[in-house]
Structures are given as structure tokens and as C-alpha cells.
């Protein structure tokens, strides 16, 4: 990484490799025509996240959405595919597309516990015990060397009583977790947007080259107490949730113990505002209008603007998931923007909303075009 300091030693400018986003929510239609751009100028790379609606669980579905990425994004941005695991998807298909690298991954999504999630694993236990499909699925991924990339968060503990949410990470990290390992010890993984003390002392204690995190920028700005000071910001409301200040100081010890299995992974997803203002809200957030410039701020709040940020930002994950490192750079300076844009997107024959993170507030980094 490249960095000027102005005559008073603060950091105005960063170059660094161009980054790869592991964890993004591009939708499909008009929102990916609107998102696809502003991640391709950011990012080289980024791993599909498959809970579009229907979710991505055959190679036709695959073939498509890529296509539609790269109109999108231009044929310079590489799309990193990933399957829906779902409690009837095919071993074959995962074979089939593990196999020949169209696909890089496979996401678990416990059922019902996110956004796009009815699809999802019903019962944790299939992704363990021989004889099912899924536990069918991560035996093809493992051969092929695949990563499954977990939502890590259960709804029940094991007499069937309904979690706390703010426990939903714990629990999964010390039941849930060591059994997929166990069940499947060749198989790689990547535990998403990784939010808890708990989470952070697993990955210190087990990361390494079959086991990795990626985090994203929001766990490490705020904690619970900016998402409900003077009442329930809609915007920074995402799955997971945001714990207590102690969980965000121990994902900044995380990110800045300069870790080879800790990587960028923004989980931009945006919703139309009619779904952030309903009755029930939907988790997600547009992130990806300043996919890399928030983690510049987050890692200049830490001390950790230097070399760190660029293995994070750049490094860690494209290895992670076999790519070399990028020979294109990008650069961001220190010149403070306020997000004034809300993107609308046509629906239907309507023209709708998406409320870009921290819109009518200050962003400090701003992207040199
Ligand atoms: C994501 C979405 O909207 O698709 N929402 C979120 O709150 N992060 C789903 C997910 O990644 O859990
Ligand atoms: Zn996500």
C-alpha cells in the first residue's frame, strides 16, 4: 500500500491493490443495474451473494445471473458465483459447477433467520448427518475444493426454544460450527460477516487456511447503541444485528491482529425504502455507494491504516478463494463528502427509492474516479 501524509503526518492519500469484496448482494433487475457499477469501481472481484428471488440453485440460474452481472458491471469485473444451499439442492449441480470453477462457493442460510432466507437449511443438524442432501452437498464442495460460506447464526438450541437474536452467532459458533467441522474436516470455510466476541475468540483460536471471517464495515463503525439512540434507525438495521460496544472493540482487534483468514466482505444489500419503512423491516443496507470508503474511515478510527488494510482489503480474500493478486490499484483521498444521493430504481412502472448508508451524513474517504 502507498500512502501520502500531508506536513502535519495525517494520511491524505491511499493507493492499494484493488480490492475484492467477499460478501455482496447484487440483486437482479433494476437494483443491479444501479449497484453493479458502483461495486465494479471499487472492487475487482466479488463473491455473488445466491438469495435473489427465486434463489441461484442450477447452472441455468447461474449462466443467467452472470450474464446480467456483466451487463451491468463491463467484462472487466469478475463475478465469484455461489449456490443457495437449500434441503433439495442437487449434489450433482454442486459437483458439476464446483468442478470446472463456475462456482465458488456455496451459501448456508438457516431458514427464516434473514432477508431471502425461506429457502434456507431448515434443521442445522442436515449439514452434518450423512444421508442428506446438504450434508451431500458440502461432501461434493469439500472434493472439489469449494468454500461454504456460512450465515452463522441458529434460531433454536437444542430442546427447540426460540434464541435470543443477540445470541443467535454464539450459539452456532459452540454447537453448530464444530459439528460441520468435524463432519466435513477438508472442507473450507468462511464464517460471513462475523459480529460477536464469541465469533472473534473461535476464529483466533481455529483460523487458518480451511478457516476464515469476512467482516464488514458497519460491525466496525457502530454498536447497538447507534442503532437505537433516540429510536430504531431503519438504516442501520442488517442482519446481524449490531451487538454491544464490547463485541464491536473485540471485531477491531480481529481486523487490526492483521490475520491471513480475516477479510472485506461489505454485505452491501440494498431494499427499495417502501421494504425498510414496513411494518416489518427489512435487514440489509445499500453499502456498496462507499463499499471501500468506509473501510478506509474504520481502519483509520483503529490505527490501522497501513499495510494492514490493504492484506484485508485486497490480500486476504482473493487467496482465500484462489485468485491471484491484482495488478490494478485504486486510490482514495482524504476529502469529506456527504451522501446526498438516493438512488431510484424503475419497478414495475414505478421509480423507487434506496437509501444509501449514511445518507445526509459525512464520509471522510472519498474514491479518486
Ligand atoms: C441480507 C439481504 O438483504 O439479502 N440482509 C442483511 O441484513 N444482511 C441477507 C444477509 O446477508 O443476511
Ligand atoms: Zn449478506
Redesign the pocket.
Same mark, same amino acid.
Given at each position: 500500500m502507498e500512502i501520502s501524509h500531508d506536513t502535519e503526518g495525517l494520511p491524505v492519500k491511499i493507493a492499494i491493490r484493488k480490492p475484492l469484496d467477499g460478501h455482496e448482494?447484487l440483486r437482479r433487475d433494476s437494483m443491479l443495474k444501479m449497484v453493479g457499477p458502483m461495486v465494479a469501481k471499487r472492487f475487482r472481484a466479488a463473491i455473488v451473494?445466491p438469495?435473489t428471488v427465486p434463489p441461484i440453485t442450477t447452472e441455468s440460474q447461474v449462466c443467467g445471473y452472470l450474464k446480467e452481472i456483466w451487463q451491468a458491471t463491463g467484462p472487466d469485473f469478475l463475478p465469484l458465483m455461489t449456490l443457495y444451499l437449500t434441503d433439495t439442492l442437487e449434489p450433482s449441480h454442486v459437483e458439476a459447477l464446483v468442478g470446472v470453477g463456475t462456482v465458488k462457493g456455496i451459501k448456508y442460510y438457516p431458514r427464516g433467520l *434473514? *432477508?431471502?432466507s425461506d429457502s434456507g437449511v431448515k434443521n442445522p443438524s442436515s449439514l452434518w448427518t450423512s444421508g442428506t442432501r446438504p450434508y451431500e452437498c458440502l461432501q461434493a464442495l469439500a472434493e472439489h475444493g469449494g468454500v461454504l460460506l456460512l &450465515?452463522a447464526a441458529d434460531g433454536f438450541d437444542e430442546n427447540g426454544v426460540e434464541l435470543d437474536p443477540f445470541d443467535q452467532e454464539k450459539h452456532f459458533i459452540e454447537h453448530t460450527l464444530p459439528r460441520i467441522r468435524d463432519a466435513h474436516p477438508k472442507l473450507k470455510i468462511s464464517v460471513e460477516h462475523l459480529s460477536t466476541k464469541w465469533g472473534v475468540e473461535y476464529l483466533l483460536k481455529h483460523g487458518g487456511p480451511l478457516l476464515g471471517c469476512s467482516l464488514t464495515a458497519q460491525h466496525l463503525l457502530l454498536d447497538r447503541r447507534d442503532w437505537l439512540r433516540g429510536g430504531f434507525h431503519p438504516q442501520r438495521f !442488517? !442482519?446481524p444485528i449490531i451487538q454491544p460496544t464490547e463485541h464491536r472493540e473485540a471485531l477491531r482487534v480481529l481486523a487490526k491482529a492483521d490475520k491471513p483468514f480475516v477479510w472485506l466482505g461489505s454485505?452491501s =444489500?440494498p &431494499?427499495p425504502v417502501e421494504k425498510k419503512r414496513a411494518d416489518c423491516c =427489512? #435487514? #440489509?443496507v445499500l453499502m456498496a455507494h462507499a463499499g471501500i470508503e468506509l473501510y478506509v474511515e474504520a481502519f483509520e478510527n483503529m490505527g490501522a491504516l497501513d499495510d494492514r488494510f490493504e492484506r484485508f482489503a485486497s490480500i486476504n480474500g482473493a487467496r482465500f478463494y484462489g485468485l491471484g493478486d491484482s495488478d490494478e490499484t485504486i486510490e482514495l483521498v482524504r476529502e469529506e463528502w456527504t451522501v446526498r444521493h438516493s438512488p431510484h430504481i424503475a419497478d414495475g412502472g414505478t421509480s423507487k427509492e434506496v437509501i444509501p448508508f449514511r445518507l445526509g451524513e459525512k464520509i471522510r474517504w472519498k474514491l479518486v474516479a
Open positions: 448482494h451473494m438469495n *434473514t *432477508t431471502n &450465515h !442488517w !442482519w454485505d =444489500a &431494499h =427489512a #435487514g #440489509g
